[in-house]
T-cell receptor
Framework: GAVVSQHPSRVICKSGTSVKIECRSL??????MFWYRQFPKKSLMLMAT?????????EQGVEKDKFLINHASLTLSTLTVTSAHPEDSSFYIC??????????????FGAGSRLTVL | QKEVEQNSGPLSVPEGAIASLNCTYS??????FFWYRQYSGKSPELIMS????GDKEDGRFTAQLNKASQYVSLLIRDSQPSDSATYLC???????????FGSGTRLQVQP
């Protein structure tokens, strides 16, 4: 199966600091990873698509200078929340795709990282 | 704007009953459809994928797809209290590899 590891699972930080979240595909190579954000009782909203060896593609309304994404290898993508503020508190979930069917992309999710900004 | 719609629930069913979860989507170009289960505070886990019109069964779960009606559903037979969770419908975004998620239906199975 496809396993995605995400770390840390929980982080509490002070306002103005930066937080880095790591996402690793453990048993497959992922040229593309996706970062989602989920607020309480809301659905998953795609923030950005992380592309190995190139710049990430951000969704409309997501600040690329605030949410820095680096995908330096085929198994690791990182999301850095810079100058975090309380409104950035959320559940951040990464996912990677392992092709299940031509044209289909089954997403496997990491365990998620709950960020609380004080 | 591409949309995936689900009734937020909660949908409450007694233990042993069939739970029926529904989802509609707006983009006729979508080709792949998924149901994920999410327990509170956890990340989603894949339950079923379906790509062709008709039914697909896996154990107690049956996914149904009707592309003409832009409708996908999930049936859970012999519902168990452990099935209580939020069920997310997800649809592929044509031309991209990302998935668009519905807001989820909260299922409560009463013992």
């Amino acid at each position: 199966g496809a396993v995605v590891s995400q770390h840390p699972s929980r982080v509490i930080c002070k306002s103005g600091t930066s937080v880095k979240i790591e996402c690793r595909s453990l048993d497959f190579q992922a040229t593309t990873m996706f970062w989602y954000r989920q607020f309480p009782k809301k659905s998953l909203m795609l923030m950005a698509t992380s592309n190995e060896g190139s710049k990430a593609t951000y969704e409309q309304g997501v600040e690329k200078d605030k949410f820095l994404i680096n995908h330096a290898s085929l198994t690791l993508s990182t999301l850095t929340v810079t100058s975090a503020h309380p409104e950035d508190s959320s559940f951040y979930i990464c996912s990677a795709s392992k092709t299940d069917y031509p044209g289909a992309n089954v997403l496997t999710f990491g365990a998620g990282s709950r960020l609380t900004v004080l | 704007q591409k949309e995936v719609e689900q009734n937020s629930g909660p949908l409450s069913v007694p233990e042993g009953a069939i739970a029926s979860l529904n989802c509609t989507y707006s983009d006729r170009g979508s080709q792949s459809f998924f149901w994920y289960r999410q327990y509170s505070g956890k990340s989603p886990e894949l339950i079923m994928s379906i790509y062709s019109n008709g039914d697909k069964e896996d154990g107690r779960f049956t996914a149904q797809l009707n592309k003409a009606s832009q409708y996908v559903s999930l049936l859970i037979r012999d519902s168990q209290p452990s099935d209580s969770a939020t069920y997310l419908c997800a649809v592929n975004d044509p031309g991209r590899r990302a998935l668009t998620f519905g807001s989820g239906t909260r299922l409560q199975v009463q013992p």
